[in-house]
T-cell receptor, first 113, second 110 residues
Framework: DVKVTQSSRYLVKRTGEKVFLECVQD?????MFWYRQDPGLGLRLIYFSYDVKMKEKGDIPEGYSVSREKKERFSLILESASTNQTSMYLCAAHSPPMGLAQYFGPGTRLTVL | TQLLEQSPQFLSIQEGENLTVYCNSS?????LQWYRQEPGEGPVLLVT???GGEVKKLKRLTFQFGDARKDSSLHITAAQPGDTGLYLCAGDGSNYQLIWGAGTKLIIKP
């Protein structure tokens, strides 16, 4: 089974802080995704990456950036955290030869005060 | 823009009852996936349906893909507390991205 881990389950930060969320997958999957999940809104794509150093904006990239220096690691960066970025953040990995299924980490519940 | 609408948004029933949740769109999808997400965890894939009219069974869960590949349903027979969770449907988009429904939150009371 694919294993996707995220650096923190819960995180509390203050407005204006720089926040790093780390995601690591162990199955050499090409594609990785960052979503945020808010009640009633489902999963909204922030950024995705289809290869090392490659990234594409998703539906809601404003206020976020990403880094993928190694294939197994995809980082989400909040340059200056704001209260409206309080949310559940989910990382997923995907390998095209395996179909469309995405494999998710357990999520990071971020609270910005 | 492709959209997926799930209904109902919330469902709370007693153990042993049957239920159906729906995932509808005006767009055609090549495939649809169903995921279940338990509190505090990420979504986990349950099934992928790819052929119009396809029916797949996973123990007490029955998934159906509409003939026109615009909708799907999930039927649970004799629901159990372990079925509690958020059920998400997702259709294939471009560049391996998925189009997500907002989910159905299901609570099964003992």
């Amino acid at each position: 089974d694919v294993k996707v881990t995220q650096s923190s389950r819960y995180l509390v930060k203050r407005t204006g802080e720089k926040v790093f969320l780390e995601c690591v997958q162990d199955m050499d999957h090409e594609n990785m995704f960052w979503y945020r999940q808010d009640p009633g809104l489902g999963l909204r794509l922030i950024y995705f990456s289809y290869d090392v150093k490659m990234k594409e904006k998703g539906d809601i990239p404003e206020g976020y950036s990403v880094s993928r220096e190694k294939k197994e690691r995809f980082s989400l960066i909040l340059e200056s955290a704001s209260t409206n970025q309080t949310s559940m953040y989910l990382c997923a990995a995907h390998s095209p030869p395996m179909g469309l299924a995405q494999y998710f980490g357990p999520g990071t519940r971020l609270t910005v005060l | 823009t492709q959209l997926l609408e799930q209904s109902p948004q919330f469902l709370s029933i007693q153990e042993g009852e049957n239920l159906t949740v729906y995932c509808n769109s005006s767009s055609v999808f090549s495939s649809l996936q169903w995921y279940r997400q338990e509190p505090g965890e990420g979504p986990v894939l349950l099934v992928t349906v790819v052929t119009g009219g396809e029916v797949k069974k996973l123990k007490r869960l029955t998934f159906q893909f509409g003939d026109a590949r615009k909708d799907s349903s999930l039927h649970i027979t004799a629901a159990q507390p372990g079925d509690t969770g958020l059920y998400l449907c997702a259709g294939d988009g471009s560049n391996y991205q998925l189009i997500w429904g907002a989910g159905t939150k299901l609570i099964i009371k003992p």
